[in-house]
């Protein structure tokens, strides 16, 4: 899709003024956007006012850079089309309110710094949050290493704080008092970090005026993941004059405990001076797949793909959970049969758990540092997420010194936003992607071969950072990577999947795939997931469901617990499946 329909030009040329754009999957929101973002600047000319563009992943974000930077050649010479910024909607919050600004509110003496979890100080009581179940149990403190389930919802004027267990927010006591004291040395993690943007934008309304002159229009791609607390921070520039324009799908809010279930983008469209836009044509899909999509969304799509000669199409399969591996066999066989690519097709799942299980993870795997380093072997090998990994090694390694520094690990992590600390990233990268001379592979016995292993490379790895960088690891680190509670076996508990028949086959939760375009999907899904699916995307688990379905080009399969196939049956035929194997 290289030029524009009706549609997204009718969009692109918009008024400058605020949009609400509902768009179904597949339906070029980014192309849109980003033509959008061309066409404000083009009209704006040598204006010293910036746009920008923000969503809510690092990928979304390099996707839109590089389709604006040849684009932006179309644009007049000058300094105008260097006024627009494209990033996350945090980077944006954290770059031009938090850091330079929120100390001020936040009682503190010192830039703010980001916090994973990891830190040392986090052990000490004063910053202990306590969850309450509402079951009447008794209140529980908050692992400092699950801060970062820590989450901030805005309502009626004031903030409340849970925890997120178990896919359940826990109200938390006293969350406001903790708040305070980590602000008060300038330590916050993502979710707090949006509430002090919003204070301080209350509390220092010139800091509020100066950046609404500096960004008289904010565009904000996959808006149905706009969270409470984003949504007063918008408010807020909306109120005192920023154009701001969204563009989302409300059948994919499926970020719920933070508020981010799609209704705010619904409601946006209502509001009056906001002009209202739909896109209804999906370029992604094949014809039955955007029919199926419609009937579980309640929308009248188009789908702009004509019906392909090769197997196509949404299926339904049922399956037993000890012969899942062989589920996944059946289909990788359905998507080399159809010509599809593998490498561009997934499975995907509900929970995290499941996609561990698949791929042959442990969670019971060794303990403390070890247990991590472990999962961070399992996140590379086993699921190719080498981003995730680098993480919870970059985590690793922060418990690993003597005195990293407050915001340390954060960044390491956030390279781009600190350059002085791009040697250290490269340093742990490189550690985290070798299993030679780093993470040792998964495939090594646990306690006779990857621990001895482990052991000798972090040695070496921590030497270098003594040596280059001043940093000075803990004593002991034998006792600290211990072999306790591991196996004499490789570190995945099944099957080998790097070499297996499925080796190709990407396994991860739907949260993980959100926004991706793939071939074929394979959604693995529980009884009341696939109730909820065949329900619509009322619920959020309705909506997960149809995250992961129309994912797909050309191939869905929904795998059904064989024990639900016969009472699941007729509703599955009625949205548009077809059952595998059955003419």
Same mark, same amino acid.
């Given at each position: 899709?290289?030029?524009?329909?009706?549609?997204? !030009?009718?969009?692109?040329?918009?008024?400058?003024?605020?949009?609400?754009?509902?768009?179904?999957?597949?339906?070029?929101?980014?192309?849109?956007?980003?033509?959008?973002?061309?066409?404000?600047?083009?009209?704006?000319?040598?204006?010293?006012?910036?746009?920008?563009?923000?969503?809510?992943?690092?990928?979304?974000?390099?996707?839109?850079?590089?389709?604006?930077?040849?684009? /932006?050649?179309?644009?007049?010479?000058?300094?105008?089309?260097?006024?627009?910024?494209?990033?996350?909607?945090?980077?944006?919050?954290?770059?031009?309110?938090?850091?330079?600004?929120?100390?001020?509110?936040?009682?503190?003496?010192?830039?703010?710094?980001?916090?994973?979890?990891?830190?040392?100080?986090?052990?000490?009581?004063?910053?202990?949050?306590?969850?309450?179940?509402?079951?009447?149990?008794?209140?529980?403190?908050?692992?400092?290493?699950?801060?970062?389930?820590?989450?901030?919802?805005?309502?009626?004027?004031?903030?409340?704080?849970?925890?997120?267990?178990?896919?359940?927010?826990?109200?938390?006591?006293?969350?406001?008092?903790?708040?305070?004291?980590?602000?008060?040395?300038?330590?916050?993690?993502?979710?707090?970090?949006?509430?002090?943007?919003?204070?301080?934008?209350?509390?220092?309304?010139?800091?509020?005026?100066?950046?609404?002159?500096?960004?008289?229009?904010?565009?904000?791609?996959?808006?149905?993941?706009?969270?409470?607390?984003?949504?007063?921070?918008?408010?807020?520039? &909306?109120?005192?004059?920023?154009?701001?324009?969204?563009?989302?799908?409300?059948?994919?809010?499926?970020?719920?405990?933070?508020?981010?279930?799609?209704?705010?983008?619904?409601?946006?469209?209502?509001?009056?001076?906001?002009?209202?836009?739909?896109?209804?044509?999906?370029?992604?899909?094949?014809?039955?797949?955007?029919?199926? =999509?419609?009937?579980?969304?309640?929308?009248?799509?188009?789908?702009? !793909?004509?019906?392909?000669?090769?197997?196509?199409? =949404?299926?339904?399969?049922?399956?037993?959970?000890?012969?899942?591996?062989?589920?996944?066999?059946?289909?990788? &066989?359905?998507?080399?049969?159809?010509?599809?690519?593998?490498?561009?097709?997934?499975?995907?799942?509900? /929970?995290?758990?499941?996609?561990? /299980?698949?791929?042959?993870?442990?969670?019971?795997?060794?303990?403390?540092?070890?247990?991590?380093?472990?999962?961070?072997?399992?996140?590379?090998?086993?699921?190719?997420?080498?981003?995730?990994?680098?993480?919870?090694?970059?985590?690793?390694?922060?418990?690993?010194?003597?005195? #990293?520094?407050?915001?340390?690990?954060?960044?390491?992590?956030?390279?781009?936003?600190?350059?002085?600390?791009?040697?250290?990233?490269?340093?742990?990268?490189?550690?985290?992607?070798?299993?030679?001379?780093?993470?040792?592979?998964?495939?090594?016995?646990?306690?006779?071969?990857?621990?001895?292993?482990?052991?000798?490379?972090?040695?070496?790895?921590?030497?270098?950072?003594?040596?280059?960088?001043?940093?000075? #690891?803990?004593?002991?680190?034998?006792?600290?990577?211990?072999?306790?509670?591991?196996?004499? =076996?490789?570190?995945? =508990?099944?099957?080998?999947?790097?070499?297996?028949?499925?080796?190709?086959?990407?396994?991860?939760?739907?949260?993980?795939?959100?926004?991706?375009?793939?071939?074929?999907?394979?959604?693995?899904?529980?009884?009341?997931? &696939?109730?909820?699916?065949?329900?619509?995307?009322?619920?959020?688990?309705?909506?997960?469901?149809?995250?992961?379905?129309?994912?797909?080009?050309?191939?869905?399969?929904?795998?059904?617990?064989?024990?639900?196939?016969?009472?699941?049956?007729?509703?599955?035929?009625?949205?548009?499946?077809?059952?595998?194997?059955?003419?």
């Amino acid at each position: 899709m290289m030029g524009l329909s009706a549609e997204q !030009r009718a969009i692109v040329d918009a008024p400058l003024a605020p949009l609400s754009v509902i768009a179904c999957a597949g339906s070029g929101k980014t192309h849109t956007a980003v033509h959008r973002l061309i066409e404000i600047r083009r009209r704006l000319d040598e204006s010293r006012g910036r746009v920008a563009l923000l969503s809510f992943s690092n990928v979304a974000v390099q996707t839109f850079r590089d389709t604006y930077l040849p684009l /932006a050649q179309t644009l007049p010479p000058g300094r105008g089309r260097q006024r627009v910024e494209i990033d996350t909607l945090d980077g944006f919050i954290t770059t031009h309110i938090l850091r330079p600004h929120a100390s001020r509110t936040m009682g503190c003496s010192r830039a703010p710094f980001l916090i994973s979890g990891a830190e040392p100080f986090l052990k000490n009581k004063d910053f202990l949050f306590w969850a309450q179940p509402t079951n009447g149990k008794k209140a529980f403190p908050v692992p400092h290493d699950k801060i970062e389930k820590v989450v901030a919802n805005h309502h009626g004027g004031t903030t409340q704080f849970g925890f997120r267990m178990n896919k359940t927010l826990i109200p938390i006591n006293g969350g406001t008092a903790v708040v305070a004291r980590l602000g008060a040395i300038g330590a916050y993690t993502h979710s707090l970090g949006q509430v002090w943007a919003l204070r301080t934008l209350q509390r220092q309304r010139l800091i509020l005026r100066a950046l609404v002159r500096r960004y008289p229009h904010v565009l904000i791609d996959e808006s149905q993941d706009i969270g409470t607390v984003h949504q007063a921070i918008l408010q807020e520039l &909306a109120n005192a004059g920023t154009h701001v324009t969204l563009i989302g799908d409300p059948s994919q809010g499926i970020y719920e405990f933070a508020g981010a279930d799609g209704q705010f983008l619904t409601d946006y469209g209502q509001r009056a001076g906001v002009r209202s836009y739909a896109l209804t044509r999906n370029f992604r899909s094949v014809p039955s797949v955007v029919a199926l =999509a419609n009937a579980l969304a309640s929308r009248v799509d188009t789908a702009d !793909r004509p019906k392909p000669e090769e197997s196509h199409g =949404a299926f339904f399969i049922g399956y037993k959970k000890a012969d899942r591996d062989k589920l996944l066999v059946a289909f990788q &066989a359905a998507v080399a049969a159809a010509g599809l690519c593998v490498d561009k097709s997934a499975v995907v799942c509900r /929970a995290s758990a499941t996609a561990a /299980a698949l791929v042959g993870a442990d969670a019971s795997i060794g303990q403390g540092l070890v247990k991590q380093f472990a999962r961070a072997a399992l996140l590379r090998d086993q699921r190719r997420d080498f981003s995730g990994a680098f993480k919870v090694v970059a985590g690793c390694i922060a418990g690993l010194l003597k005195k #990293p520094g407050d915001g340390w690990l954060a960044s390491v992590i956030q390279a781009t936003r600190h350059p002085e600390m791009k040697p250290v990233r490269r340093l742990i990268w490189s550690f985290t992607r070798d299993p030679g001379t780093g993470l040792p592979a998964s495939t090594l016995v646990a306690d006779t071969q990857w621990q001895p292993q482990l052991l000798a490379n972090i040695r070496a790895l921590m030497a270098s950072l003594q040596e280059d960088h001043g940093l000075e #690891p803990v004593p002991n680190l034998g006792s600290r990577l211990a072999k306790t509670e591991l196996r004499n =076996a490789p570190l995945h =508990a099944g099957a080998d999947l790097a070499t297996g028949p499925h080796a190709n086959l990407r396994i991860h939760t739907v949260h993980k795939v959100k926004g991706e375009t793939l071939d074929a999907v394979l959604y693995l899904a529980e009884k009341d997931h &696939a109730e909820a699916l065949l329900r619509g995307a009322e619920t959020e688990l309705g909506r997960i469901g149809y995250v992961a379905v129309t994912r797909a080009r050309n191939l869905v399969w929904l795998g059904v617990p064989s024990t639900a196939l016969d009472a699941l049956r007729p509703a599955l035929v009625a949205r548009g499946f077809s059952e595998v194997g059955v003419a």
